[in-house]
């Protein structure tokens, strides 16, 4: 808040902050012009949505437990079994959450109620950040050690997000402050006032006057092994790493985002300049897409449980079966002819 304060001193601005709930706030900078918003995670998903100026600093998020719990998950796929997790309504942690498929949330519209709702027990697990996580206990007057990190989900800059409708002048103007002030140590003041030095962002932000490439990509890809999935909230496998390679070796600077595969699909299918992996060929997709690779090979077939006395010879016999899982929107279901539900 310092550091905006001070933006707002040096440009001669008196427009006072306002506090309100984080979906509110959202919800005008998505809407209003002449809108501001802070500290705001940047993320792929809501590059186009603002005009961004910063970074000003540097959130580890994860998942948090009460100590003499024994909740303690290893994996996402562990932390979908629990029993709820605790979000900040609209805060990006949970709309990741949400894209990853979690179904176990509980919103509240303050970190506050949800600190409370794990000190309850009516949650099991609390979505938050290094840096808020120590602010929020401190203020509520909650003992050092009762809440305990337990699963890492990923590292984020915050910027200051400005409604897309505000005239660029605005925010070039903020931005050319903003660094003015980390060329004079103005900025280093502020935050190591309230930010462990891990969370100080080093550098200047990227002027507000160059506009994102027009060839920026949006690269999704799903939590399916071997070849994509997740570790402690990160991609990893056979593709990932190919496309990562492939990034580093054009000099590009886009991440890789894990989204279901339906979104994915759709997203791609949709707009421009996105790319999804591994996405199988298929003749009845051969004109919705240009592709490159291939990355690897699969053998598909149908899988029962053992004992359960199932014997199919070709697909007229898989026809007769009553019910078959599918993924949605998968290359599966495509190829066969088979109703599959």
Do not use: C
């Not at 979000?87 to 942690?93: A, F, G, L, P, S």
């Not at 598909?300 to 004992?307: E, I, P, T």
């Amino acid at each position: 808040m310092q550091v905006v304060e001070e933006i707002l001193r040096r440009l001669g601005r008196t427009e006072p902050i306002q506090f309100m709930p984080w979906a509110r706030g959202y919800k005008l900078a998505l809407n209003k012009p002449n809108t501001v918003l802070f500290s705001t995670t940047r993320i792929p998903d809501r590059e186009d949505l603002f005009h961004w100026v910063g970074p000003v600093n540097t959130v580890k998020t994860g998942f948090y437990a009460l100590r003499e719990s024994q909740v303690r998950p290893k994996s996402l796929e562990e932390a979908r079994r629990v029993g709820a997790i605790a979000t900040y309504k609209d805060d990006v942690r949970e709309q990741m959450l949400i894209g990853l498929g979690f179904a176990n949330l509980d919103s509240s519209k303050s970190p506050a109620s949800n600190l409370k709702k794990l000190l309850a027990g009516r949650v099991d697990l609390w979505i938050f950040d290094n840096i808020g996580i120590i602010m929020m206990t401190r203020k509520m007057g909650v003992p050092p050690g009762t809440v305990e990190h337990v699963l890492p989900f990923g590292e984020f800059n915050q910027y200051i997000a400005f409604s897309r409708a505000t005239p660029l002048t605005i925010v070039r103007q903020w931005q050319k402050t903003l660094d003015e002030m980390k060329s004079d140590g103005t900025f280093q003041r502020i935050s190591r006032r309230w930010l462990p030095k891990e969370s100080i962002p080093t550098g200047l932000g990227q002027p507000a006057e160059q506009p994102d490439p027009p060839d920026r990509m949006r690269i999704f890809t799903e939590d399916s092994p071997p070849g994509n999935y997740l570790v402690d909230g990160n991609p990893m496998g056979l593709s990932v790493e190919i496309v990562r390679e492939l990034l580093n070796r054009l000099r590009r600077p886009e991440s890789i985002q894990v989204v279901p595969w339906a979104r994915g699909y759709r997203l791609a299918m949709s707009e421009p300049n996105v790319a999804l992996f591994s996405t199988t060929r298929l003749s009845q997709r051969e004109a919705n897409f240009r592709r490159v690779g291939p990355l690897y090979s699969q053998m598909w077939g149908f899988y029962s449980k053992k004992g359960s006395g199932i014997h199919i010879r070709n697909l007229s016999d898989v026809k007769k079966i009553a019910r078959i899982g599918t993924y949605h929107k998968d290359a599966k279901k495509a190829v066969s002819g088979v109703p599959w539900i």
